[in-house]
Nanobody
Framework: QVQLVESGGGLVQAGGSLRLSCVAS????????LAWFRQAPGKQRELVAG???????NYADSVKGRFTISRDNAKSTLYLQTNSLKPDDTAVYYC???????????WGQGTQVTVSS
């Protein structure tokens, strides 16, 4: 059974940083595409950053230059380094894994990031 568990969220002042982690229990972790999404109150869930099995990355315009997505296949862990945080970054952050063969999506339970002004 595949499980994704996020951690690293918290309360931080504007301009601060947080490192989010997502640990997966999946034998195929290294060959699956991964991504971070976020959902703020009253808003739709949106893509923050993605990373392919080959290591190619993409970012939402709103976080380019501030956030960095990375993966450690040996630890089956996905990371999101968030710098220069803004109050608009306040949201629940979710990791998603897409199975390489079936396309099935797996989601974590989310971790809250709150940025105070």
């Amino acid at each position: 059974q595949v499980q994704l568990v996020e951690s690293g969220g918290g309360l931080v002042q504007a301009g601060g940083s947080l490192r989010l982690s997502c640990v997966a229990s999946a034998d195929t972790f290294s060959i699956n595409a991964l991504a971070w999404f976020r959902q703020a109150p009253g808003k739709q869930r949106e893509l923050v950053a993605g990373i392919t099995a080959a290591g190619s990355t993409n970012y939402a315009d709103s976080v380019k230059g501030r956030f960095t997505i990375s993966r450690d296949n040996a630890k089956s862990t996905l990371y999101l380094q968030t710098n220069s945080l803004k109050p608009d970054d306040t949201a629940v952050y979710y990791c998603r894994m897409t199975h390489w063969r079936t396309g099935r999506e797996y989601w974590g339970q989310g971790t809250q990031v709150t940025v105070s002004s």
